[in-house]
């Protein structure tokens, strides 16, 4: 399925809206995200996993099992630094993924995994990732659920226009992406 990441939920503040979307699909064993970004800035200063890499151009898949309290983010930048966790919010119970873990999420884009620091212009990239089903549904194999409660990101904290796109919409005053109540549910077939 195709998707796209254009809701643009803090207008005032940040309406800065680069051309995004995602193609998501899965196997028996693993979901398949392949992001899509047009834009006019390109940063990524950050190429070691679990740091900041919300602050470059990044993509984020937010996911929580049906029936489960704790929702998994997996945000990854440009050039495929990524941070990926279990958690009940923001800042409870939080679960960083071990690097046993995280090296079991395949990663391709467009750019080697080289600081770039930020520039301007227009630039087009694409951040594909293969995440294994039996890291988020844990305990479940080997009969997964057919859906999860889902939200895609698309930001840049600190690029020159920061900019903060969902592709479902979240009715809050600031920015934050941590609110599984304003998932959506995708079917995986």
């Keep these: 399925m195709e998707l796209l990441i254009n809701n643009v939920n803090w207008p005032e503040s940040f309406p800065e809206k680069p051309e995004v979307k995602v193609i998501v699909s899965n196997d028996c064993e693993n979901l398949y995200l392949h992001y899509f970004v047009k834009g006019e800035q390109l940063r990524a200063v950050t190429a070691e996993d679990q740091g900041p890499v919300w602050e470059d151009s990044c993509v984020e898949f937010f996911c929580q099992v049906p029936g489960d309290d704790h929702y998994y983010n997996f945000e ?60 988020i549904f844990r305990g479940k194999e080997p009969v997964f659920p057919q859906t999860l409660r889902a939200n895609f990101y698309k930001c840049g904290d600190k690029t020159k226009k920061p900019h903060f796109l969902s592709w479902q919409p979240i009715p809050l005053p600031k920015p934050d992406f941590h609110c599984p109540q304003f998932f959506g549910e995708i079917e995986l077939l």
């Design 76 to 135: 990854c930048n440009c050039i495929g630094a990524m941070v990926a966790s279990r958690r009940l919010s923001r800042n409870e119970d939080v679960r960083v993924l071990p690097p046993e873990e995280m090296s079991q999420i395949k990663r391709k884009c467009s750019f080697p995994r080289e600081v770039i620091e930020e520039k301007d212009g227009l630039f087009e990239w694409e951040v594909e990732l293969q995440i294994p089903l039996r890291l």
